[in-house]
């Protein structure tokens, strides 16, 4: 199974200000998706954003973007202006093979304080 | 439209109990999934399906069982609850040649 590592357990940003959320993968795979998914405390689990492996352009939704290196096997998660909603769970996570039913391998999640 | 539904959302249980939680989606769905989410643990998949009548395991399938025999409903059970079996549990679903899973609200479950 591929492995999904998120090394920030808990990250702090101020309001207003850009945070970046780092996620690393190990795979053998050259086609793939990776994702950020934002777990509030709701529990629901919300689809940030989505990248595509063979997109060379860095995937963008509003405020949160990406910074996608295949070769280096990373995906960082950008939060620009920082708002107290922001404030959750965040977990980056990758989409396995057809033979595994695309089932989801998460990180252990990052904990992101926005504090005013 | 529902979308992904867990039944129930909140359960206590004894250990040695059994129970089943149900999961229920109306968006024709192929593909169905079963994880838990532990403390620092992020979420682990337990058991999965690709279709109606096919169940197979996930990472951390020991314990419990699961049956898919209509594609809307994916079931998970617990024969005998244990606790470390403490935890909350998400039911999601995606389509075929989709890039999304929709994900339930989630069960937490306490065995006691």
């Known amino acids: 199974a591929q492995t999904v590592t998120q090394s920030q357990p808990e990250m702090s940003v101020q309001e207003a200000e850009t945070v970046t959320l780092s996620c690393t993968y190990d795979t053998s795979e050259s086609d793939y998706y990776l994702f950020w998914y934002k777990q509030p405390p709701s529990r629901q689990m919300i689809l940030v954003i989505r990248q595509e492996a063979y997109k060379q352009q860095n995937a963008t939704e509003n405020r949160f973007s990406v910074n996608f290196q295949k070769a280096a096997k990373s995906f960082s998660l950008k939060i620009s202006d920082s708002q107290l909603g922001d404030a959750a769970m965040y977990f980056c996570?990758?989409?396995?093979?057809?033979?595994?039913?695309?089932?989801?391998?998460f990180g252990k999640g990052t904990s992101l304080l926005v504090t005013p | 439209n529902a979308g992904v539904t867990q039944t129930p959302k909140f359960r206590v249980l004894k250990t040695g109990q059994s129970m089943t939680l149900l999961c229920a989606q109306d968006?024709?769905?192929?593909?169905m999934y079963w994880y838990r989410q532990d403390p620092g643990m992020g979420l682990r998949l337990i058991h999965y399906s690709v279709g109606e009548g096919t169940t197979a395991k996930g990472e951390v399938p020991d314990g419990y069982n699961v049956s898919r025999l209509k594609k809307q409903n994916f079931l998970l059970g617990l024969e005998s609850a244990a606790p470390s079996q403490t935890s909350v549990y998400f039911c999601a679903g995606a389509a075929i040649g989709g890039t999304e899973a929709f994900f339930g609200q989630g069960t937490r479950l306490t065995v006691v």
């Open positions: 968006m024709n769905h192929e593909y």
């Open positions: 996570a990758y989409r396995s093979a057809p033979n595994s039913g695309y089932a989801l391998n």
